[in-house]
């Protein structure tokens, strides 16, 4: 196959090939419900997954659903969520996520993306994060990691997120916009590092355009 010369086909090509590195590839976070990943999801913010991991249990427990959430202390949540950065600041964004679910949504996750960026602590990114992997639906959550893999392969110039995730949309089927996401992220973390990446082991290595140059 030739290499591929426009920003459509490096994507193309992007996806076919991680899906094939990473074909079992998942969302990371722990979570057992909508409302659990839309929560996990507002946690991440600045944080890894695997800290989120360890802080959840305990607040799933204590607020299994949005109505017990949104009648909480705030307090009682930041201290069960103080291992995690800007925990006072999401555990504020927590308790008015539950309450707007309540109050607006029957205690249930909106599925369309204007009311899921209207909650509380909620970008597009999160609501992607929503869509995509726990309500079936298109989504292509933009963060660090594919925005410098976007940048590097070409596909885009643009750094925000948003305008990212635009760019990267029409590139990507919409039902598999969520997994090529998650892929992409998978190869940001293991391979594309932000700082010498590992081109020798690249599966994308003989087409892009970024291989050698990065320090």
Same mark, same amino acid.
């Not at 249990?57 to 607020?63: D, E, M, T, V």
């Not at 909620?122 to 292509?140: E, M």
């Not at 598999?176 to 082991?201: K, M, T, W, Y």
């Given at each position: 196959?030739?290499? #591929? ?9 992007? *996806?076919?090939?991680?899906? &094939?590195?990473? #074909? $079992? ?5 722990? *979570? ?15 944080? @890894? ?15 299994? @659903? #949005?109505? &017990? ?66 309500? $079936? ?7 660090? *990691? ?12 643009? @750094? ?9 949309? #029409? ?45």
């Amino acid at each position: 196959m030739g290499r #591929p010369r426009s920003p459509k086909g490096r994507a193309r090509v992007t *996806h076919e090939r991680l899906a &094939a590195e990473y #074909p $079992d590839a998942e969302c990371e976070l722990d *979570h057992g419900s909508p409302f659990e990943l839309l929560a996990a999801t507002i946690l991440s913010a600045q944080a @890894t997954d695997v800290s989120v991991n360890k802080a959840t249990p305990a607040l799933f427990a204590a607020y299994p @659903t #949005p109505e &017990a959430l949104a009648s909480a202390d705030p307090a009682d949540v930041e201290a069960l969520i103080n291992s995690i950065g800007l925990f006072r600041n999401k555990a504020k964004n927590l308790v008015a996520m539950a309450q707007r679910l309540v109050e607006e949504h029957d205690g249930e996750v909106p599925c369309d993306m204007r009311s899921l960026v209207a909650l509380p602590g909620v970008g597009r990114k999160t609501a992607n994060v929503v869509r995509s992997v726990a309500l $079936d639906l298109p989504g292509l959550p933009v963060d660090t *990691h594919v925005g410098r893999l976007a940048r590097r392969l070409e596909l885009t110039a643009e @750094t925000d997120p948003v305008k990212v995730e635009l760019v990267l949309n #029409p590139m990507v089927p919409q039902q598999q916009r969520g997994e090529f996401s998650l892929r992409v992220i998978l190869h940001g973390r293991r391979v594309c590092f932000a700082r010498n990446p590992d081109c020798g082991v690249c599966v994308l290595a003989d087409f892009c355009p970024s291989v050698g140059t990065q320090a």
